[in-house]
């Protein structure tokens, strides 16, 4: 009680004195005759909890004398260009600069499941799998505590047509960047105990597979569509799981990883600097003649696959005629996708993610039994599938596949696409195709993808305006030309209610 009245006494005191109280004598502080003398702080609380005095700091703008200001940047940059250098044994070193601190190193081989054999299936998947594994050099776990010294990210990736080593880390760390890379790449030394390690993990991921339906249908798409080296699976079967060893994997590297194959690719580095690095690493590879690409024809057919499962999946696919090698009428079919968008019932970026596409407008925001439904394309060099993937209940799947039927159609009827959302698709196009190439390690892909497919890499520029030029009459002469190629359909699920073959195919000659 006495503290809480002493403290209602001195709140009423002024701060400049102590008040005189029953013979205290009251203290005044004194004035300064000026305003001009610096007051100084008791530092607060951190100063009584540290001990330390304090002292009045500088204001923030006051320049430092041991700090020199980097100079701020100019209001336009200029874009890193790709140099390429080609090697006398025809491999190639290509690499494409910015002042990012970090870069991407990516070697990238003319090499996948079209390569295959029967007797060798699978065996790019499983080449996925041993990547940065043991070499002639290095064991598996010298390899890790490289990478990890440096902070590196490493990863591998197999397709139908290239397989693609990445190395990411910061460019002070480029040699041994090169180095490793190089090295797992040219001297694998494919161990028997790492090779069944890998095949064993093979087998549980094609476990896995079986129950993934999308890859399932795009698997089936090119088995039934086509004939030829596009045909084969890119993931391997259980069959093949059990027949491959080291001893395939040696000969399929011996045969397929040549000079004339190989891109060393990378993303934030000065070509200068990357040069004296890879040449010497590479020089001495073998001359060896490039082979003919292996020849795949597009017939179009069918797939189907019961199985245990709520929903049903149908895809409609053609042909993507001429692939990347064909880039006026690639360019119209990636309009044409985004154009026809879709995607599933919900979205988890909010309702308003690619409300405006063809699909969504006119399926998925009017048949809620449509679980999803999205318009996909698969290119390559020479060829390629486009189409309309739709998952819906057993009940309406007849329904859906209607559905595909009339908005692949309605595409190819003038008139039928306005210039509105045509405008539309093409600025979403550039949009994705400029956010992608913000990342260094794509930027590094699309170098080492873009020679290998066409032996040059093309400025953006160049296909910002080939999307410019793309018109509504473009688009309705392109989709006329895909359906009047064969049909190609997979359907897997309980299958009792999808349209049977023949009957579909006719919808599209009517």
């Not at 190639?92 to 910015?98: H, K, L, R, V, Y």
């Not at 410019?468 to 359907?491: F, G, H, Q």
Request: aromatic share 8%; glycine share 8%.
């Amino acid at each position: 009680m006495y503290r809480v009245k002493v403290a209602r006494n001195l709140s009423r005191i002024s701060r400049n004195q102590v008040g005189c109280v029953g013979g205290i004598v009251s203290v005044i502080a004194p004035r300064f005759a000026s305003t001009g003398i610096e007051k100084k702080s008791t530092g607060g609380i951190f100063s009584w909890l540290t001990g330390e005095k304090y002292s009045a700091l500088p204001p923030l703008d006051t320049p430092l004398p041991t700090v020199s200001i980097p100079p701020y940047l100019p209001d336009y940059v200029e874009p890193g260009k790709t140099v390429v250098t080609k090697l006398e044994n025809s491999a190639t070193i290509a690499s494409e600069f910015s002042t990012n601190p970090s870069c991407s190193v990516g070697l990238f081989i003319d090499s996948g499941s079209v390569y295959e054999s029967p007797r060798t299936s699978g065996i790019t998947h499983l080449l996925e799998k041993m990547a940065f594994k043991s070499t002639t050099n290095r064991s598996h776990l010298r390899i890790v505590r490289e990478i990890e010294a440096i902070g590196g990210n490493v990863s591998a990736s197999a397709s139908r047509e290239v397989m693609a080593y990445t190395f990411d880390a910061l460019k002070t760390y480029l040699p041994q960047m090169v180095e490793v890379l190089v090295d797992c790449v040219r001297n694998p030394a494919f161990l028997d105990w790492e090779v069944k390690d890998e095949l064993q993990k093979l087998k549980m991921e094609i476990d896995e597979a079986s129950r993934n339906p999308q890859g399932l249908i795009m698997e089936a798409l090119h088995s039934a569509g086509f004939r030829g080296a596009l045909s084969y699976p890119l993931m391997a079967s259980e069959g093949s799981v059990n027949s491959l060893n080291s001893s395939d994997l040696e000969d399929f590297t011996k045969l397929n990883y040549t000079a004339p194959r190989i891109v060393i690719a990378a993303s934030g580095v000065d070509h200068d600097e990357l040069l004296p690095y890879a040449e010497p690493l590479l020089s001495d590879l073998p001359l060896v003649s490039r082979p003919e690409e292996p020849n795949s024809v597009y017939g179009g057919g069918e797939y189907r696959c019961h199985a245990e499962s709520e929903n049903t999946h149908v895809a409609l696919a053609f042909e993507v005629p001429g692939g990347w090698r064909n880039e006026e009428e690639t360019m119209i079919a990636s309009v044409l996708q985004i154009l026809m968008g879709g995607g599933g019932s919900f979205s988890t970026g909010g309702p308003g993610k690619g409300m405006y596409s063809r699909l969504y407008l006119n399926v998925l925001c009017n048949f809620h039994e449509v679980e999803s439904f999205s318009a996909f394309s698969s290119v390559y060099n020479n060829t390629g599938i486009f189409g309309i993937h739709a998952t819906a209940g057993h009940d309406f799947i007849a329904k859906a596949v209607d559905l595909a039927v009339s908005e692949l159609l309605a595409v190819a009827t003038p008139g039928k696409v306005t210039p509105a959302q045509l405008n539309r698709a093409k600025a979403s196009t550039k949009s994705e195709i400029l956010m992608n190439l913000e990342s260094r390690v794509i930027v590094a892909d699309d170098i080492g993808r873009q020679i290998l497919t066409s032996g040059e890499r093309k400025p953006i520029e160049h296909f910002l305006k080939a999307l410019d030029e793309v018109s509504l009459d473009d688009i309705t002469k392109y989709a006329n030309k895909l359906i009047s190629s064969p049909l190609t359909m997979a359907s897997w699920g309980n299958i009792g209610n999808v349209p049977r073959y023949d009957t579909v195919q006719t919808k599209f000659r009517a």
